[in-house]
């Protein structure tokens, strides 16, 4: 069903709204057939969130605005669903903290690295970095070890939406700070990060860029990731509520 044909009136119109912009990143290139699973797995945690950002989330959030804007080097690691699901708030995060955006893949293809590129570019980014075969992180022997000269291999603070759990870990072990968006409170990736969004990326993206084009982000440090991840676990565990979510 093309986006023209969705009924805003329909009550699930934004998560149908959501499943077209990933399909349309499949047909455009961008997106892996892999990343429509991931994109389900994704819905099912939200759906079990109450599909609304937690007060969890919240702190995340301006404990990951504060990092980003105090780094030295933050670099933002793109992959093909942070691409379809939220090119533009990418760009804006990349602008609101001097981050640079660079393409990290799990699922190797150099054509889709080109199309992610050139979706960021029409988004605004004034750059895109590639992995180079010049440079690697340590602790990873998958082709996701291959990086940037200027961006991830420098970076002090990356963050890497939507991440599998065995880079998460590599760039912990290569010393960076990692923060990362992830719906999934039990998964790898958010129990390695330093700081976890368990929010949907399409919801916490406007709002961390907000967060970070505050001129002193508040940081609630310091940052107690587990605790966090603890909540947003019990948030899912809570009885159901009587009526199904909108
Ligand atoms: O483009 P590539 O090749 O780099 O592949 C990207 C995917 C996402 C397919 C790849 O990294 C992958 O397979 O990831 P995983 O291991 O399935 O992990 C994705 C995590 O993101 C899961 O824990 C999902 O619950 C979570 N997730 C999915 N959609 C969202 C999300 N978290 C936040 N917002 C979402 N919209």
């Known amino acids: ?3 023209s044909d969705l009924p805003t009136s329909h009550p699930r119109y934004l998560s149908l709204l959501t499943r077209e912009r990933i399909v349309a990143g499949v047909e455009r290139g961008v997106t892996s057939l892999h990343g429509l699973i991931a994109h389900g797995r994704g819905e099912a945690f939200d759906y079990l969130l109450g599909e609304r950002t937690h007060p969890f989330a919240a702190r995340a959030i301006s404990a990951a605005a504060a990092a980003l804007r105090a780094a030295r080097h933050p670099v933002i690691s793109v992959n093909g669903n942070a691409c379809a699901l939220a090119a533009p708030d990418l760009v804006a995060l990349a602008h609101a903290t001097g981050a640079k955006l660079e393409v990290n893949l799990f699922h190797t293809s150099p054509a889709r690295e080109l199309a992610i590129r050139d ?3 029409e988004c605004g980014a004034p750059s895109v970095l590639l992995p180079s075969k010049t440079h690697a992180i340590a602790h990873i022997d998958h082709n996701r070890k291959w990086v940037h000269p200027e961006g991830i291999f420098l970076a002090d603070v990356v963050c890497v939406p939507l991440e599998d759990g065995d880079r998460c870990q590599a760039l912990v072990d290569n010393g960076k ?10 998964s790898r990736t958010a129990r390695s990060a330093h700081i976890t969004i368990v929010d949907n ?46």
């Open 119 to 121: 979706m960021l570019l």
């Open 177 to 186: 700070v990692v923060i990362t968006i992830d719906l999934n409170p039990l």
């Open 201 to 246: 990326l399409t919801r916490c993206l406007p709002l961390l860029v907000a967060a970070a084009r505050q001129p002193d982000p508040t940081d609630p440090s310091p940052w107690n990731n587990l605790a966090a991840l603890a909540e947003a676990e019990q948030a899912i565990r809570r009885p159901l509520p009587p009526n199904p979510i909108p």
């Open 1 to 3: 069903m093309p986006p």
